[in-house]
């Protein structure tokens, strides 16, 4: 197989769609498959818009006969990996400024990306849907290959004994997690708003993520006077830590392709709940996949969990193994037949 060009203007340690290259990156080298990839080469401080179209061009006038896998919307792909979801359907979720050039610019490209790949990876069954019904697209040129995390060994004591020391935790307190940077799309309120109706409150929940506007969040949970119960930590490293510790990850949000954080949370034998609105919610038990944000049954089966520790015990295991599917290699072999159909 020739060199595979990997497309992705951004090299941010935070983001899901890096993390995941990244992962596939480490995967395609043990198998010592050729590959390279293409970041942009325009500084930051460039205006994002400017930076979407500057980077179009890089990549787009250097093609020639290169194999390009994008994981942005660009107009010359010849796989596209819809890994950022559908701009259009976000928009309608999402209001954002009428003025930011921005997202003319993505549906701009959007719309040619899809039309002009050869193929299209979409992390869920929802993602493809979304662009059937948005662009039109034929069903057959669209192949749904889930995310894929590494499973990794784990220390209960090791990460309570560190996150202990910092956060003052006691070891019969239930511990919920979010993780997740952009409070508002992915639904820190929502998470909040259920903290503060949970029956037992001998619990700890920890927010983590980067956020502008953390000092309203922060008020939020004073107003509920669930503040001694939640931590907002910012964006850290050592993520795994809160995950070897948390029982129970609550993911509430509004619009999400399929997220990374899901995955994670579940190979760190966490129960998990996030909404209908989220792609990874379709490898979820029912039980686990909130309607909505605002869906407010999910308290019931959190208190149920909390009340009953074998049960959660089971629930955690469950997940362990049920993440075992959803390898990086599997998702890597998936991607590879997709890639070696189109090349041949």
Not at 110 to 134: G, L, P, W, Y
Not at 213 to 222: A, C, G, H, P, V
Not at 234 to 243: E, I, K, M, N, W
Request: net charge positive; hydrophobic share 40%.
């Amino acid at each position: 197989m020739n060199n595979i060009y990997f497309i992705r203007a951004n090299k941010n340690k935070y983001g899901g769609a890096e993390n995941y290259l990244l992962r596939l990156s480490n995967a395609l080298t043990n198998q010592k498959i050729n590959h390279k990839i293409i970041y942009s080469i325009f500084p930051k401080f460039i205006p994002s818009w400017l930076r979407v179209v500057l980077f179009n061009l890089q990549v787009c006038l250097t093609k020639k006969d290169k194999f390009y896998f994008s994981l942005d919307r660009i107009t010359c792909p010849d796989i596209y990996r819809a890994g950022d979801g559908v701009h259009k359907v976000f928009l309608t979720i999402e209001k954002k400024s009428k003025t930011n050039l921005l997202h003319p610019i993505y549906i701009f490209l959007e719309k040619k990306c899809f039309n002009r790949a050869k193929h299209i990876i979409a992390n869920s069954q929802m993602v493809k849907n979304d662009i059937i019904s948005t662009y039109k697209i034929a069903p057959e040129k669209i192949s749904v290959i889930h995310n894929g995390v590494s499973t990794k060994e784990f220390n209960y004591q090791k990460s309570f004994d560190k996150l202990s020391k910092e956060f003052l935790l006691s070891k019969d307190q239930k511990i919920l997690l979010y993780v997740g940077s952009g409070f508002k799309r992915k639904g820190v309120k929502e998470f909040l708003n259920i903290i503060s109706k949970l029956k037992d409150l001998d619990i700890k929940a920890f927010v983590i993520g980067k956020e502008k506007n953390i000092e309203y969040y922060q008020q939020l949970s004073r107003e509920l006077s669930i503040d001694k119960q939640v931590i907002f930590t910012g964006a850290r490293g050592g993520v795994d830590d809160f995950y070897t510790i948390a029982d129970i990850f609550l993911f509430p949000t509004h619009y999400e392709p399929f997220s990374n954080v899901v995955l994670e949370a579940m190979s760190f034998e966490n129960a998990v709940f996030t909404t209908r609105q989220n792609g990874a919610s379709e490898i979820l038990n029912n039980d686990f996949v909130m309607d909505n944000p605002n869906d407010f049954s999910v308290i019931t089966r959190i208190n149920h969990l909390l009340e009953n520790p074998s049960k959660l015990d089971d629930i955690k295991k469950e997940n362990r193994l049920k993440v075992k599917n959803f390898s990086i290699e599997n998702n890597l072999q998936k991607t590879l037949k997709v890639i070696n159909e189109v090349i041949n």
